[in-house]
């Protein structure tokens, strides 16, 4: 059984940084390209980052030069490292594994506020 498994998510203030996880099992991680999604309250899942079997990344225009996306195949684990964070970023944030018909993790909720 797949399964994902995000943390990392919690409140910050603005100028912050947080790094999210997400540890995976159940499948061959290194194979399957892989992202993170938000929801903010009231609006429509967003890709965030995504990242490819063959490290290509992919990143929303709002959050380029600020968030970083990495994955440890070894550890069968996907990152996003989030750095100078906008009450805009306040979201649950998911996991993804496989494209947006495949499987998801059950969120982690970021706040962003002072």
């Known amino acids: 059984q797949v399964q994902l498994v995000e943390s990392g998510g919690a409140l910050v203030q603005p100028g912050g940084s947080l790094r999210l996880s997400c540890a995976a099992s159940g499948i061959i991680f290194k194979i399957f390209g892989v992202g993170w999604y938000r929801q903010a309250p009231g609006k429509q899942r967003e890709m965030v980052a995504t990242?490819?079997?063959?490290?290509?990344?992919n990143y929303a225009d709002s959050v380029k030069d600020r968030f970083t996306i990495s994955r440890n195949n070894a550890k069968n684990t996907l990152y996003l490292q989030m750095n100078n964070l906008e009450p805009e970023d306040t979201a649950v944030y998911y996991c993804?594994?496989?494209?947006?018909?495949?499987?998801w993790g059950q969120g982690t909720q970021v706040i962003v506020s002072s």
């Open positions: 993804n594994l496989g494209g947006v018909d495949s499987y």
């Open positions: 990242i490819s079997a063959g490290y290509i990344t």
